[in-house]
């Protein structure tokens, strides 16, 4: 339920005091008798909560949120659209019929209150203190103050001729607007605050006032009064089309006053408290009720229908405006800035498009539903089989955007006969009654065969095989004969059928128009039944196209592949009418055959066997005889010439190398383990084989290339110097190791010397290209290791000077002999020399050994000579420096 925002009860006026009071309390005392809004927050406006009636009633009800302002009085446009004067946001808003919202159609003086249209259009609204009438036309020009006003208006009502009359509370009197914005201040003198009044369409106005009488004012103005004070002012005042005028007092009660001045007090009672009243233009009388919210409806006998609709419950309805018809009510929430419409059920139009179809003994209704449902959903449909005497309910189904249903008996209940003619009546229900009847249509039960059934066709060469079930219904007289169409109905021929398995052949091979059927030409083919009545109804269409089977292919090539065979051809050059919807091959001649599923390239299609026809793998170096034909619907088409091919075995190549290497240094030896190449060459990989150069170069040099440091004492403390010896010759310090498996651990390597790593892979063809050399690494001893021990220290450096680096010992290698000793490895040989003396080579602490020079001398020949002599120089030269770098520098240069 939609929740609205309350607002204070109004009240009535009291007598206008001085001008300048009534300036300073002009809204105090307003508000003792008009409703003041209060609510701060504004609802989102538009379509709100449907309140359903219940199934019986014949209204449905739907609220709309409207502005601050609230809704004071509501006024209807031919169009349909509520027009709403908002009192405390000075505007006039409106809600089209369909639900549009419009919160300001207009902003016009302060306060709004009575508001009316025109059979044009033109909408008119009274405002309270301004004293001013302004006026909306139909195309929406706004005139804010049209006429201004000697008093307060309040109320507003208009006559067929277009004068405007307004209740003046404070001038006690109704001021009369003629349609030229002429103003007749006191038209009417009433004696009494006028609060309501309702214009006769015959002429003359009544007024309901402040104490409770009430007053007619006839066409010059003229008062009589037609009740007296009862000290309870009445809820509202309204005027039917031949001039009777109903008053609603607070009690409940109704007054009818005839326009001959009859007054029937109690006329009419309603259940609870009324808001408002208004009457349509058949003189039915509306009038809202609250707690719980609804509109009760009185007859114009007087008969109340107290729940003629059902507002949302917590609703207080007050003003109440209906069109002429009595299809369309709005009203105003006293409590809430809400509008409600409430729209009567009407019975639903005339179903459409009624169409009926003669069976056997039986009546095929078609029609569309009903253009409108009258406000209310369509709970059914009758049918009437005489014209509207009789009617039955009918369910139909819905086939195609229409309505279908079947009738096998009449509306009075007898079966259908055939060969009886019928008037056929269709309508409609909703909760409102029953719908407009329909046009009749007069049908009669089908007498000729039904359609044949389940019609089938498969293409033939140069014929068309058809298939189908007789007729359910032979329409009360046997089938004597069939008829076939191949253009879709347009000609037919007769044709001789055989029953085969309960159904009913026939192959055609000329078209229903004499003409031969052509391979690949489709036809749409239809079958009706014959009997002594005349023709069927006709089958459903079905296409159908004469075909063979396909040609052959073209063009085929077999190359042998590793235990396997390559296929190319070309696609049929005719399908035979009938698209190709496989290929077959066979290895053995065509004696038997497998499925294949060819793909396409550049061209042409190609297909890879591994298998055999009859199932078994192809082996490499057997002749295969391959054929290939192509499959459609109607069958394998003609075999290729046939093409005799071997399976061959790839040659064996030597592998890859292996991959990712690993070392992991030891004492004397290092753990080294590597993958299996990406590639095997064809053939298993039998052995690995590792080898470890000595690194004698600078980093990333080979063996043969080797980088010495020597120790030297000078000055205060030992001084590194570089000497490059290098080698043209392969060293012979090479080490290796050999196994099929991913891991081995080469042994006999010097502690202290670097060492590179390479892999190689063995199988049936070859050795592979060595794996790059992996990083340098130097075996190390174990602390209180093997021969010599650790090396004796080098004193640290003497401390006038900045202390250099710190330097690390290393195992020096054994003495020099001048001869390099060999140890042979592999497919290569090492070889390893010592500096003369034994002497421990120096590096910087922390100085990693790997991608250093080498720790140890390593060198063969002449070479070693000159890098000795070299070195000698050297030294010889450093001593001289140091003692001036000393002096010179605060940190002594390493190199």
């Known amino acids: 339920m939609t929740r609205w925002p309350t607002r204070r009860p109004e009240r009535r006026p009291t007598p206008p005091g001085p001008a300048a009071a009534r300036v300073r309390s002009a809204r105090s005392r307003l508000a003792a008798w008009v409703t003041v809004l209060t609510a701060a927050a504004v609802l989102p406006v538009g379509l709100a909560t449907v309140v359903a009636p219940p199934a019986a009633a014949a209204t449905a009800a739907t609220d709309f949120t409207m502005p601050a302002g609230g809704v004071a009085r509501i006024a209807l446009t031919p169009d349909g659209s509520a027009y709403n004067t908002n009192a405390n946001a000075n505007t006039v808003s409106r809600v089209t019929d369909d639900g549009v919202v419009t919160d300001v159609v207009a902003s016009v003086g302060s306060m709004p209150m009575g508001i009316v249209a025109t059979a044009d259009g033109t909408v008119y609204s009274a405002q309270y203190l301004g004293k001013t009438i302004a006026k909306i036309d139909p195309d929406g020009h706004v005139t804010p103050a049209w006429v201004s006003l000697p008093y307060n208006g309040y109320s507003l009502a208009i006559d067929p001729d277009g004068n405007l009359y307004t209740a003046n509370p404070g001038g006690q009197n109704v001021s009369k607007v003629a349609p030229d914005g002429t103003v007749t201040a006191n038209w009417g003198p009433v004696g009494a605050q006028a609060v309501f009044l309702a214009v006769d369409p015959l002429g003359g106005v009544v007024t309901a006032n402040s104490n409770g009488s009430l007053t007619r004012l006839d066409a010059s103005g003229a008062a009589t009064v037609l009740r007296g004070a009862t000290g309870a002012m009445s809820v509202g005042v309204a005027a039917g089309p031949d001039g009777t005028a109903y008053v609603v007092d607070p009690n409940g009660t109704i007054t009818r006053i005839s326009h001959a001045g009859v007054v029937s007090p109690a006329w009419a009672t309603v259940p609870r408290a009324p808001g408002g009243i208004a009457v349509d233009g058949d003189g039915d009388v509306y009038v809202s009720l609250a707690s719980p919210g609804a509109i009760a409806k009185i ?12 507002l949302t ?236 089977t396909p040609g052959a292919v073209g063009a085929l090539a077999v190359t042998g592949r590793d235990a396997a065979l390559e296929l190319v051809f070309d696609a049929p050059a005719s399908d035979g009418g009938s698209v190709v919807t496989g290929y077959q091959v066979s290895t053995d001649g065509g004696t038997t055959w497998a499925a294949v599923s060819p793909t396409t390239a550049g061209g042409r299609l190609t297909v890879t066997l591994s298998t055999g026809s009859a199932g078994g793998a192809l082996v490499n170096g057997t002749s295969y005889d391959v054929v290939v034909r192509a499959v459609n619907a109607l069958g394998a088409g003609a075999v290729s010439g046939t093409v005799a091919a071997a399976p061959v075995a790839p040659p064996v190549t030597p592998p890859g190398p292996p991959t990712a290497v690993a070392v992991v240094p030891g004492d004397g030896q290092a753990a080294v383990s590597w993958a299996p190449p990406a590639v095997d060459g064809g053939a298993p990989v039998s052995e690995y084989t590792v080898v470890a150069s000595p690194e004698v170069g600078g980093s990333g040099l080979a063996a043969g290339v080797g980088v010495a440091r020597v120790g030297v004492a000078g000055g205060t403390g030992p001084r590194v110097m570089r000497a490059m010896a290098v080698a043209v010759a392969v060293a012979p310090g090479d080490r290796s190791c050999t196994t099929s498996g991913t ?47 650790p090396a004796p220290a080098v004193p640290a450096a003497e401390p006038p000077a900045p202390t250099p680096a710190p330097t690390t010992a290393v195992p020096a290698a054994p003495p020099a002999t001048g001869t390099a000793a060999t140890t042979p490895a592999g497919p290569r040989a090492a070889a390893a020399a010592t500096g003369t003396g034994g002497a421990t080579a120096q590096r910087p602490a922390g100085e990693p050994a790997a991608g250093r020079p080498t720790e140890s001398l390593a060198y063969t020949g002449f070479p070693v000579l000159v890098a000795l002599l070299v070195g000698a120089l050297l030294l010889a030269g450093g001593g001289l420096a140091l003692a001036a770098g000393r002096r010179r520098s605060a940190s002594p240069a390493a190199d």
């Open 299 to 310: 007859s114009p006998d007087g008969t109340v229908n107290a729940s003629w609709a059902l």
């Open 743 to 789: 891991s081995c651990t080469v042994t006999g390597l010097t502690n202290g010397m670097s060492y590179r790593f390479a892999v190689t892979a063995t199988n049936s063809a070859g050795t592979s290209a060595p794996t790059a050399f992996a990083a340098a690494v130097v075996p190390l001893a174990a602390a209180g290791g093997p021969a010599g021990g």
């Open 313 to 548: 419950p917590t609703l207080q309805p007050g003003w109440v405006a209906v069109n002429a018809a009595g299809t369309r009510l709005w009203t105003a929430g006293l409590n809430t800035i809400g509008i409600t419409r409430v729209v009567e059920y009407l019975p639903p139009a005339a179903v459409g498009s009624l169409a009926v179809t003669g069976q056997d003994a039986a009546l095929a209704v078609s029609f569309t539903a009903p253009a409108s449902d009258g406000g209310s959903v369509v709970t059914g449909y009758e049918v009437s089989t005489d014209g509207g005497t009789t009617w039955a309910a009918v369910s139909p189904t819905t086939a195609g955007g229409r309505l279908t249903a079947v009738l096998t008996a009449t509306s009075a209940g007898n079966a259908l006969v055939n060969g009886t003619t019928y008037d056929v009546v269709v309508r409609a229900l909703n909760a409102a009654g029953t719908g407009a009847a329909s046009a009749t249509v007069a049908a009669t039960p089908a007498t000729t065969p039904g359609a044949v059934g389940a019609l089938a066709v498969t293409g033939r060469d140069a014929a068309l095989e058809l298939v189908f079930d007789a007729p359910v219904s032979t329409g009360g007289s046997p089938v004597t004969g069939y008829q076939v169409s191949t253009d879709g109905g347009t000609t037919w021929a007769a044709v001789t059928t055989a029953v085969a398995g309960g159904r009913l052949t026939a192959t055609v091979s000329t078209a229903s128009d004499g003409s031969a059927l052509v391979n690949g030409v489709s036809y749409d083919v239809v079958v009706r039944a014959l009997n002594a009545a005349g023709t069927g109804a006709a089958s459903a269409t079905v296409a159908a196209t004469p075909a063979t």
